[in-house]
């Protein structure tokens, strides 16, 4: 049963442009969403993460925007740089962080000069 | 602080046979989970621990996988005869048992089974 679902599955975006990755959820218990970066031969690493008691967060160059009446999230990239080409991945968990995640299936993000 | 340590990288192994891997975890950290990722998919969950108690199970891990963290700091994941579909990367993470707090992974162990 996948319970995070994770759009598009590639995505190329032109330097300077905005990469925008959404991602819907299943399980109304989830109250902790997170993304992690993946680069290839690594473990991911967390990048910026939200709770549903906020509709937005921002930090530097990345935003996560929450709907939870649609049960929807998304990362978006501001100022795309070639070293942001990478996976990412969306995440979901209950109990405030405290449990295993469930993650999407990923995004794979080129980022042309 | 190393970060999460797991061993070795790399694996290659003959089906049948038995595989054991090593996760050190970040030292302040009491949550160690383990997950397993395949080519162009996101990590699942196999279980975690909360100090030395392995407090949740994922229908994933089947009875040839075992895990332990015995004196709740290092953990091993163990399979036992190995098969083909076993191939992926196995990735161990670590955090704190608090609120909103962040998972730490490894740069996990690429099982191969041939």
């Known amino acids: 049963q996948q319970q995070v679902k994770q759009s598009p599955q590639s995505l190329i975006v032109q330097k300077g442009g905005i990469s925008i990755i959404n991602c819907a959820y299943e399980?109304?218990?989830?109250?902790?969403f997170p993304w992690y970066q993946q680069f290839p031969g690594k473990g991911p690493a967390l990048l910026i993460a939200?709770?549903?008691?906020?509709s937005e967060k921002k930090e530097g160059r990345f935003t996560i925007s929450f709907n939870k009446s649609a049960k929807q999230f998304s990362l978006h990239i501001m100022d795309s740089q070639p070293g942001d080409s990478a996976t990412y991945f969306c995440?979901?968990?209950?109990?405030?962080?405290?449990?295993?995640?469930?993650f999407g299936s990923g995004t794979r993000l080129q980022v042309q000069p | 602080d190393t970060g999460v340590s797991q061993d070795p990288r790399h694996k290659i192994t003959k089906r049948g046979q038995n595989v054991t891997f090593r996760c050190d975890p970040i030292?302040?950290?009491?949550?160690l989970y383990w997950y397993r990722q395949t080519l162009g998919q996101g990590p699942e969950f196999l279980t975690y621990?909360?100090?030395?108690?392995?407090?949740?199970k994922s229908r994933l891990l089947s009875d040839r996988f075992s895990a332990e963290r015995p004196k709740g700091s290092f953990s091993t994941l163990e399979i036992q005869r190995t098969e083909q579909g076993d191939s992926a990367m196995y990735l161990c993470?670590?955090?704190?048992?608090?609120?909103?707090?962040?998972?730490?992974f490894g740069q996990g162990t690429r099982l191969t089974v041939v």
């Open positions: 399980n109304t218990a989830f109250d902790y």
């Open positions: 993470a670590s955090s704190r048992s608090t609120q909103n707090t962040e998972a730490f």
């Open positions: 030292s302040e950290h009491n949550r």
């Open positions: 939200i709770r549903p008691d906020v």
């Open positions: 621990f909360q100090n030395e108690a392995q407090l949740e």
């Open positions: 995440a979901a968990t209950p109990d405030t962080g405290r449990r295993a995640l469930t």
